[in-house]
């Protein structure tokens, strides 16, 4: 495995058979605004207000992101590819833009995934291509297991499926002691921004646009009280990765955590699936969302082609 690439790189992939049946969502959509270039929305589904943003015109191709929620993750990427693919991006529900509903308390990765399913129904997407990073990893691996009949092929970076390692308490303690540190001394917001740095480095605040970071950071309650518990337990069944239907490819930055290689190298063995390494550190697209642009083009071509 070359696992030392500063270019965007594959491994082998075996062949996967892709199942397409008709979607059976029925949602509605309000507040659109149209330009030529983007339609800024809401999506009602799943009895939620979904902020999402579409582009281009293509193969539909949707991108779920992590812990921050928002869809200003992949900007700058999104408009890259919207001259090939219809692009989507969103606030997942109860982040920036998508209002928490009233009562919410909890999530699970099954209820981010229904929502991602709803979204692709409610836009007429499906079948979609997914790209899912770090905790979107998660929702697009569940997304792809329960509602393989809305996803075309799927592309999941770093996912943090923390539970397959075989001590995931001490692969997260540096993590878990920062975000305990902060949180003691400075409060929620700044245990996200701790919590980047860590992931990245100190640059990443300054690469993202002042106004996005915002809504990121105030995001920071919904990260830590609401998906940090509803995610940290989720773990596929083995029988669902060995019955897997969706063409998939994982992918990792190469100067990222070791943890993160460690679960993308476990899970592409469960999977028998490629791995696309490209430049950069755990949030890659924020600094180059080029290589993102590239890297998806490459990979939705391969995968197709099966």
Partial sequence: MRTGSVEPSLLPHADSDLQVLEPGYRVNRVNVVETPEKIEGIAVVNGVELYYEKQGAG?????????TGDAGNFTPAAHMLADEFTVVTYDRRGNSRSPRPAGWTTTSVAEQADDAAGLIGSLGLSPAVVFGASAGGLIALDLMIRHPEVVRAGIVQEPSIFSV???????????????????RTKGP??????????LNDDAVLAAIPSETLERMLGNADTILTIEGPGFSSWKPKTEDLTNFKVPITLMFANETLPVYKEVTHLLAKQLNAEIVIVPGRH?????RPQDLADAVRRVVKRLLQH
Avoid: C, K, Q, T
């Fill in 283 to 287: 949030g890659f697209y924020f600094y």
């Fill in 165 to 183: 390692l075989p001590d995931p308490i001490a692969a997260l303690a540096p993590r878990r002691a920062l975000i305990e540190e902060a949180l």
């Fill in 189 to 198: 917001r700044a245990a996200i921004e701790g919590l980047m740095r860590y």
């Fill in 59 to 67: 193969i539909a191709v949707l991108l779920i992101s992590g812990s």
